[in-house]
């Protein structure tokens, strides 16, 4: 077995071809992770024991002759924003450094009875705010693709761990880009379902009418078979949709001929000239599978920044009130009165991105300006979606950047948050219309940096999504 | 100026954030720029749109619904286990009233 290149086919194949067991597979695969976690800190903690009793349920189940699952002993790792029982789940903060939940998301059981081997849990900006995995409490990630470079983030960590091939696949969360830009900059697939398609029941919330859990992946076809796993209504998330599931692995045909994609020329903009070269042969890839590619307008994108950190940050002021010293481990340890434990509480334990968030959310959300901000903010959302619902009259797929450019260095942008957050543009618009979006490696840079091309389909379209980076991925992207 | 000292310090404590005065001037100065670029969507005319508080799609309108059936709670020891100071079954806090 070759871990940093190995899929769920291989694993597959191995196990069943009693070339290595999924115990052997766990094993090695948490040896590995725990080498290379020195020079990229992509792991916050490993879960060994919970990866060998999975491990060992899948052999029982292969030995006994019954179908050990779609993901039969594939180590995964796992955004630290999502809830595992009984193993530590920080969020990537010191407000929740020695918090052990009580029970297991409802993707993570999913995963599980699918046969997943969970290996362990992944850095990530903390309470997943952020894009480049700078403003975890535990430090940053770097990406494995040039040590000296952000991977990314919020999801950095799992994107990490996949690029390095520590593990097969990961689950990341997005909520305005989080999942697709450090699947670009690491160089991996990254995938943001449906709003709904996945139950967040465990996922740690930050701006509800915008969270979502979705896998990281070498390939297409892993991604979409992990999506597959996950996916479906799920009673204790009342979001969740109840559209069904389709088998995505067969739409990787190749098919591809005659599919209608535009080009939103609002995305072409602010690109480094090599991003922009990338993206261009990216589109002509696309031709020459016989897509028809056409320029078009998507004419609010412009306001999606603004409307994003109005309408995210409102809704964390409010999930973030429940970290007040009371429930969840960390209370200041000097504060007589009640009032000031709160105060004192979340000013020693929040980071500065999310007392900033905190700040903004609260301020928009305060007497008098609710209508200003928030319900302005909410309305400019329904263009953005608008624009989306206009394209996919005449389109089936919107192809564009991830984001503007390759991953940056290490505290290059970290002191300038409003730069940091105008980078999130194209991603951010998906996000706010609720479509499947992905991003599906392009190319590379002269110096060596990968370059995501991301896909955007209609509500509950995954299939065509897939199906178009799948051919894209075969086709070799523009590299 | 979109904000003043003293509305950063009106904010914090409407979030129930203590900060330092630091991070009132830190805060102050970042909130002042976002705030600038967030009047952008001053020149986006709104008139008759309606408001998008979430992601709408075609859906029965039971689809949110759940059958109604007793499931087993999480349970007092395990909802407790990771309070900074549990007592008697309950979350204990800073006396509150003075007797």
Redo the contacts between chains.
């Keep these: 077995m070759h871990l940093p290149s190995l899929t769920i086919e291989q694993v597959r194949a191995g196990l069943l071809g009693r070339e290595f067991s999924a115990v052997e597979l766990a094993t090695e695969a948490l040896r590995f992770a725990e080498a290379e976690n020195d020079a990229t800190n992509a792991y916050l903690r490993f879960s060994p024991e919970r990866a060998l009793a999975s491990a060992r349920k899948v052999d029982e189940k292969i030995a006994g002759g019954a179908d050990p699952g779609a993901l039969a002993g594939v180590p995964v790792a796992v955004k630290d924003v999502i809830l595992t029982e009984g193993v530590t789940t920080t969020c990537g903060s010191k407000l929740l450094e020695?918090?052990?939940p009580?029970?297991d998301a409802t993707a993570i059981v999913r995963l599980e009875q699918a046969g997943g081997v969970i290996i362990g849990k992944t850095n990530c900006d903390e309470f997943a705010m952020g894009s480049s995995n700078e403003n975890s409490a535990y430090g940053p990630v770097r990406n494995p693709v040039a040590l000296d470079r952000v991977p990314g983030g919020s999801s950095g960590g799992s994107a990490a761990a996949v690029a390095q091939g520590t593990a097969v696949v990961a689950l990341g969360s997005d909520t305005g880009g989080s999942v697709r830009q450090p699947a670009s900059f690491c160089g991996v697939v990254g995938v943001t379902p449906?709003?709904?398609r996945v139950s967040r029941y465990g996922l740690t919330a930050f701006a509800s009418?915008l969270d979502h859990i979705g896998p990281l992946a070498k390939t297409v076809r892993d991604a979409a078979v992990l999506l597959r796993a996950i996916a479906g209504r799920d009673?204790a998330d009342?979001?969740s949709?109840?559209?069904p599931v389709p088998d995505y692995t067969a739409a990787l045909d190749g098919r591809v001929r005659g599919l209608k994609l535009g080009l939103p020329r609002e995305y072409l903009n602010d690109l480094t000239s090599e991003t922009g070269d990338l993206i261009a042969r990216g589109v002509e890839v696309l031709k020459k599978l016989g897509c028809e590619v056409r320029e078009m307008s998507l004419p609010?994108t412009?306001?999606a920044?603004?409307?994003y950190?109005?309408i995210a940050t409102a809704e964390a002021?409010s999930n973030l009130?429940r970290y007040?010293?009371?429930?969840?481990?960390?209370?200041s340890s000097h504060?007589?009165?009640?009032?000031?434990?709160?105060?004192?509480t979340?000013?020693?334990g929040?980071g500065?991105e999310c007392?900033?968030r905190?700040?903004?959310g609260?301020?928009v959300l305060?007497a008098g300006y609710y209508d200003a901000?928030y319900?302005?903010?909410?309305?400019?959302?329904?263009?953005i979606?608008r624009d989306f619902a206009h394209a996919f009259q005449q389109v089936d797929a919107v192809v564009a950047p991830v984001s503007p450019f390759p991953a940056f260095r290490l505290g290059e942008k970290v002191n300038d948050?409003?730069a940091m957050?105008?980078s999130d543009i194209y991603t951010i618009t998906g996000s706010l219309?609720?479509i499947p979006c992905m991003s599906v490696p392009c190319g590379k840079t002269a110096e060596g940096l990968p370059v995501g091309m991301q896909i955007l389909t209609r509500?509950?379209d995954e299939t065509t999504m897939f199906r178009l980076a799948d051919a894209f991925e075969k086709a070799g992207g523009a590299s | 100026m979109k904000?003043t000292e003293k509305?950063?310090r009106y904010?914090?404590e409407?979030?129930?954030?203590?900060?330092?005065d630091a991070?009132v001037q830190?805060?102050g100065h970042?909130?002042d720029?976002?705030?600038e670029?967030?009047?952008?969507?001053?020149?986006?005319d709104?008139s008759g749109?309606?408001?998008?508080?979430?992601?709408l799609?075609d859906?029965?309108e039971t689809?949110?619904?759940?059958?109604d059936l007793p499931v087993p709670p999480?349970g007092n020891a395990?909802?407790l286990?990771?309070?900074?100071?549990p007592g008697a079954g309950y979350?204990k806090?800073?006396?509150?009233i003075e007797r």
Excluded at chain 2, 14 to 20: D, S
Excluded at chain 2, 93 to 96: I, T
């Design positions: 020695h918090y052990v009580p029970y449906t709003y709904g009418s009673p009342s979001t949709a109840g559209a609010s412009e306001y920044i603004a409307s950190y109005i002021s009130a007040d010293g009371v429930r969840y481990t960390f209370r504060s007589d009165t009640l009032s000031d434990m709160y105060r004192n979340r000013g020693e929040f500065p007392k900033r905190i700040m903004l609260t301020y305060s901000y319900l302005k903010a909410q309305k400019v959302r329904a263009l979606a948050p409003l957050y105008l219309a609720g509500h509950f | 904000i509305e950063v904010v914090a409407l979030a129930n954030l203590n900060l330092t991070e830190k805060f970042d909130l720029q976002i705030l670029h967030i009047d952008k969507l001053n020149q986006v709104t749109v309606e408001p998008m508080a979430q992601v799609y859906a029965e689809a949110t619904l759940r059958a999480l395990a909802a286990a990771n309070a900074p100071q979350f806090v800073p006396k509150v």
